[in-house]
Protein backbone atom coordinates (compact mmCIF):
# COMPACT_ATOMS: atom_id res chain seq x y z
CA UNK A 1 0.00 0.00 0.00
CA UNK A 2 1.21 3.27 -1.11
CA UNK A 3 1.23 5.99 1.40
CA UNK A 4 2.01 9.49 1.48
CA UNK A 5 4.94 10.99 2.83
CA UNK A 6 7.07 13.86 2.62
CA UNK A 7 9.77 13.51 0.24
CA UNK A 8 12.16 15.59 1.18
CA UNK A 9 16.15 14.59 0.23
CA UNK A 10 16.70 17.78 -1.71
CA UNK A 11 15.30 20.55 0.22
CA UNK A 12 16.11 22.84 2.80
CA UNK A 13 13.39 24.58 5.02
CA UNK A 14 14.31 27.64 6.37
CA UNK A 15 12.32 28.24 9.56
CA UNK A 16 11.65 32.22 10.27
CA UNK A 17 9.69 34.27 13.09
CA UNK A 18 6.86 36.10 12.02
CA UNK A 19 5.14 36.72 8.55
CA UNK A 20 6.62 38.83 6.00
CA UNK A 21 3.50 38.63 3.93
CA UNK A 22 0.33 36.53 3.40
CA UNK A 23 -0.34 35.10 0.23
CA UNK A 24 -2.80 32.89 0.20
CA UNK A 25 -1.40 30.26 -1.82
CA UNK A 26 0.89 27.28 -1.62
CA UNK A 27 3.62 26.78 -4.75
CA UNK A 28 2.04 24.37 -7.34
CA UNK A 29 1.81 20.64 -6.42
CA UNK A 30 1.64 21.33 -1.95
CA UNK A 31 -0.72 21.39 0.15
CA UNK A 32 -1.43 22.09 3.77
CA UNK A 33 -3.03 20.58 6.78
CA UNK A 34 -3.81 23.37 9.81
CA UNK A 35 -3.72 21.46 13.27
CA UNK A 36 -6.58 24.34 13.94
CA UNK A 37 -9.28 25.04 12.00
CA UNK A 38 -8.58 29.19 12.60
CA UNK A 39 -5.51 28.52 10.70
CA UNK A 40 -5.26 29.15 7.14
CA UNK A 41 -2.84 30.04 4.64
CA UNK A 42 -3.31 33.92 5.12
CA UNK A 43 -0.77 32.89 8.22
CA UNK A 44 1.75 31.68 6.63
CA UNK A 45 4.84 32.42 4.03
CA UNK A 46 5.88 28.92 2.38
CA UNK A 47 7.82 29.33 -1.09
CA UNK A 48 9.87 26.65 -3.07
CA UNK A 49 12.89 28.20 -4.58
CA UNK A 50 14.35 25.85 -6.33
CA UNK A 51 14.57 22.39 -3.85
CA UNK A 52 15.18 25.48 -0.73
CA UNK A 53 11.51 25.81 1.15
CA UNK A 54 11.18 29.39 2.87
CA UNK A 55 8.58 28.40 5.63
CA UNK A 56 7.22 31.66 7.85
CA UNK A 57 4.13 29.73 10.12
CA UNK A 58 4.19 32.35 13.05
CA UNK A 59 1.88 30.64 15.41
CA UNK A 60 -0.25 28.65 12.70
CA UNK A 61 0.82 24.62 12.92
CA UNK A 62 0.70 22.68 10.17
CA UNK A 63 2.23 19.92 7.99
CA UNK A 64 3.22 20.58 4.73
CA UNK A 65 3.00 18.09 1.67
CA UNK A 66 2.87 17.16 -2.01
CA UNK A 67 0.63 14.38 -3.49
CA UNK A 68 3.13 13.30 -6.02
CA UNK A 69 5.63 12.32 -2.65
CA UNK A 70 4.55 8.25 -2.14
CA UNK A 71 6.79 5.86 -1.19
CA UNK A 72 6.45 1.74 -0.44
CA UNK A 73 8.60 -0.43 0.91
CA UNK A 74 11.95 0.59 2.24
CA UNK A 75 12.80 4.11 1.84
CA UNK A 76 14.40 7.51 3.84
CA UNK A 77 13.08 11.04 3.54
CA UNK A 78 15.51 13.93 4.96
CA UNK A 79 15.47 17.34 4.94
CA UNK A 80 18.36 19.98 6.43
CA UNK A 81 16.31 22.58 8.69
CA UNK A 82 17.33 25.92 9.38
CA UNK A 83 15.46 27.48 12.13
CA UNK A 84 16.71 31.76 12.28
CA UNK A 85 18.41 33.59 14.62
CA UNK A 86 14.74 35.33 14.73
CA UNK A 87 12.66 32.80 15.18
CA UNK A 88 10.72 32.17 18.37
CA UNK A 89 12.95 30.93 21.32
CA UNK A 90 10.11 29.24 23.24
CA UNK A 91 10.77 25.57 21.82
CA UNK A 92 8.61 25.50 18.33
CA UNK A 93 9.22 22.21 16.71
CA UNK A 94 9.92 21.45 13.64
CA UNK A 95 10.35 17.96 11.30
CA UNK A 96 9.25 15.28 9.18
CA UNK A 97 6.23 13.00 8.90
CA UNK A 98 5.74 9.73 6.79
CA UNK A 99 3.01 7.65 6.09
CA UNK A 100 0.11 9.85 5.44
CA UNK A 101 -3.10 9.09 4.83
CA UNK A 102 -6.79 10.82 4.35
CA UNK A 103 -4.76 14.20 4.85
CA UNK A 104 -7.34 16.32 4.06
CA UNK A 105 -9.56 14.34 6.05
CA UNK A 106 -10.91 14.01 9.83
CA UNK A 107 -9.29 10.35 9.59
CA UNK A 108 -6.07 11.48 8.88
CA UNK A 109 -2.96 9.53 10.11
CA UNK A 110 0.70 9.75 9.88
CA UNK A 111 3.74 9.24 11.77
CA UNK A 112 6.16 12.67 13.03
CA UNK A 113 9.59 13.10 14.18
CA UNK A 114 9.91 16.49 15.56
CA UNK A 115 12.68 18.56 17.13
CA UNK A 116 13.34 22.30 18.65
CA UNK A 117 15.89 24.72 19.96
CA UNK A 118 16.40 22.47 23.32
CA UNK A 119 18.03 19.82 21.34
CA UNK A 120 15.18 16.98 22.24
CA UNK A 121 13.07 15.16 19.67
CA UNK A 122 9.86 13.73 19.99
CA UNK A 123 8.33 10.88 17.65
CA UNK A 124 4.07 10.45 17.92
CA UNK A 125 1.52 9.27 15.45
CA UNK A 126 -1.99 10.80 14.79
CA UNK A 127 -5.23 9.19 14.14
CA UNK A 128 -7.50 11.31 13.26
CA UNK A 129 -8.07 14.09 15.85
CA UNK A 130 -5.96 12.26 18.27
CA UNK A 131 -2.25 11.46 18.91
CA UNK A 132 0.06 8.67 20.29
CA UNK A 133 3.31 9.70 21.84
CA UNK A 134 5.95 7.09 20.93
CA UNK A 135 9.12 8.93 22.29
CA UNK A 136 8.31 12.05 24.36
CA UNK A 137 10.65 15.21 24.34
CA UNK A 138 14.00 13.11 24.68
CA UNK A 139 17.50 15.14 25.12
CA UNK A 140 20.07 14.14 22.27
CA UNK A 141 23.63 15.03 22.17
CA UNK A 142 23.37 14.58 17.96
CA UNK A 143 20.58 17.34 17.45
CA UNK A 144 22.13 20.82 17.33
CA UNK A 145 20.58 22.97 20.24
CA UNK A 146 20.73 26.70 20.00
CA UNK A 147 18.55 28.01 22.68
CA UNK A 148 19.93 31.58 22.78
CA UNK A 149 19.93 33.74 19.54
CA UNK A 150 21.74 32.10 16.82
CA UNK A 151 20.53 30.17 13.92
CA UNK A 152 19.89 26.18 14.28
CA UNK A 153 20.13 24.20 11.30
CA UNK A 154 19.61 20.20 11.46
CA UNK A 155 19.75 17.79 9.14
CA UNK A 156 16.60 14.86 10.03
CA UNK A 157 16.03 11.81 8.41
CA UNK A 158 13.55 9.02 8.87
CA UNK A 159 14.13 5.84 7.29
CA UNK A 160 12.03 2.73 7.22
CA UNK A 161 12.99 -0.86 7.03
CA UNK A 162 11.84 -4.19 7.02
CA UNK A 163 11.70 -4.31 10.77
CA UNK A 164 12.10 -1.18 12.00
CA UNK A 165 11.64 2.84 11.61
CA UNK A 166 14.78 4.77 12.44
CA UNK A 167 15.39 8.42 13.10
CA UNK A 168 18.53 10.45 12.26
CA UNK A 169 19.80 13.58 13.38
CA UNK A 170 22.69 15.39 11.57
CA UNK A 171 24.20 11.82 9.96
CA UNK A 172 23.47 10.15 13.43
CA UNK A 173 21.03 6.91 14.44
CA UNK A 174 19.11 8.55 17.59
CA UNK A 175 16.81 5.50 17.98
CA UNK A 176 15.23 2.75 16.25
CA UNK A 177 11.31 1.45 16.48
CA UNK A 178 10.13 -1.63 15.73
CA UNK A 179 7.27 -1.63 13.21
CA UNK A 180 5.79 -4.03 15.42
CA UNK A 181 5.00 -1.59 17.75
CA UNK A 182 3.70 1.45 15.36
CA UNK A 183 -0.04 1.53 14.82
Known amino acids: MKKHVVTLTTFIFVITAGILHAQNKLPEGWEARFDSPSNSLSDIHFADNDGAIHLESGPAHAIFYRDSDELSGNYKVSATFVMDKNASAHGEAYGLFIGGKNLQKDSQQYLYFLTRRDGKYLIKTRDGGSTKTIVGWTKSNDIEAEEGSASQTNSLG ?26
Open 158 to 183: ISVGNDNVSFWANGKKITSIAKSKLP
